[in-house]
């Protein structure tokens, strides 16, 4: 049974940065897509940025040029460099690995809270 294990959230400043990271423990053949999402209070779940196995990215355009998605194919992480924080980026943010079948994974999610 696959898992993520997601780390890096926390209390950070307005215009500070985190790092946030997702591993995948037990048997991992074959990733397709990585993603992150976040869910503030009272808002649905959203994409924040996706990264294809190829290394295509895309990302909601509330954090185009604040952050930056990256994965490491042969240990099976993805990471989410944070920068440039606003409050409005206070979330749980959730790594999501999809694969082939139709199966996915979900991380237990971490919280960020950007506030002076």
């Known amino acids: 049974q696959v898992q993520l294990v997601e780390s890096g959230g926390g209390l950070v400043q307005p215009g500070g940065s985190l790092r946030l990271s997702c591993a995948a423990s037990g048997s991992v053949f074959s990733i397709n897509a990585m993603r992150w999402l976040r869910q503030a209070p009272g808002k649905q779940r959203e994409l924040v940025a996706a990264i294809t196995s190829g290394g295509t ?12 998605i990256s994965r490491d194919n042969a240990k099976n ?30 991380g237990q999610g971490t919280q960020v809270t950007v506030s002076s």
Request: some cysteine; aromatic content about 14%.
């Open 77 to 106: 992480t993805l990471s989410l460099q944070m920068n440039s924080l606003k409050p409005e980026d206070t979330a749980v943010y959730y790594c999501h690995y999809l694969m082939p079948g139709g199966r996915s994974r979900w």
């Open 57 to 68: 990215t895309n990302y909601a355009d509330s954090v185009k040029g604040r952050f930056t």
